[in-house]
């Protein structure tokens, strides 16, 4: 579960405060997947970094009691000077994971070959991308948080190969994904929220959520 309460966030642009949730309590439990539609730069993503715990709020508590994934493309935990191996086995005993079989893991899924064993700053985006979905691959989570604007692989072997797992992982996990638009949401959620002016507001499916979003995109 992750549960936010009373939970305020904004930031000052340099002209004014950009407002990004306000006083906002919600609460996404295992086994109900949650669909956010919001329009481009109102926040999306500091959502997303909130419930992966890598930013904090300015107000409020944000409590998760279930292994919550870090947001899909996020590359935060990976140490660029050193090599994807070195990477890869660091993070896996900080997950408590046999460090042998993650590696054996993100090598198969990755395929990057003898770029497996160098610095992962020499890596073009497309590589590093598919080094974080491999991560997230070999890494169990209940909560999976996926966020549009992170960027993808373009490999398709790779996404053929990926995907395939991802599914099945998905398949018993619950997801968490923003987006500004609706169709994506219809792959993951059956519940989603709108959120506009730092108001996020609950539904209980994606097509009341999808009508409240088309009304005010109009107006």
Known sequence: ?????????????GKQRKVILDRASFRVELGNSLGI?????????????MMAGLEKPDEG???????????????GGVVHKHTARENVRY?????????????????WICNLEEYFDMPVGTYSQGMKARLNFSLLLA???????IDEGMPSTTDVAFNRRAGS?????????????????PEVLEK???????????????????????????????S
């Open 1 to 13: 579960m992750i549960e936010f309460d009373n939970v305020s966030k904004s930031f000052w642009t």
């Open 37 to 49: 539609l919001a329009p481009n730069g109102t926040g999306k993503t500091t959502i997303i970094n």
């Open 61 to 75: 508590s944000i409590r998760r009691t279930s292994r919550v994934s870090f947001p899909l493309g996020f590359m």
């Open 91 to 107: 993070i896996a005993r900080l997950y408590g994971l046999d460090p042998d079989y993650v590696e054996a893991f993100c090598r």
């Open 139 to 145: 890494l169990d989570f209940d909560i999976y948080l």
């Open 165 to 181: 797992i991802l599914r099945e992982r998905l398949e018993g996990a619950t997801i968490i994904v923003v987006s500004h638009k």
């Open 188 to 218: 993951f959620c059956r519940s989603a929220a709108v959120l506009r002016d730092g108001q996020l507001t609950m539904f209980d499916t994606l097509e009341e959520a999808k009508a409240l979003y088309d009304y005010e995109a109009q």
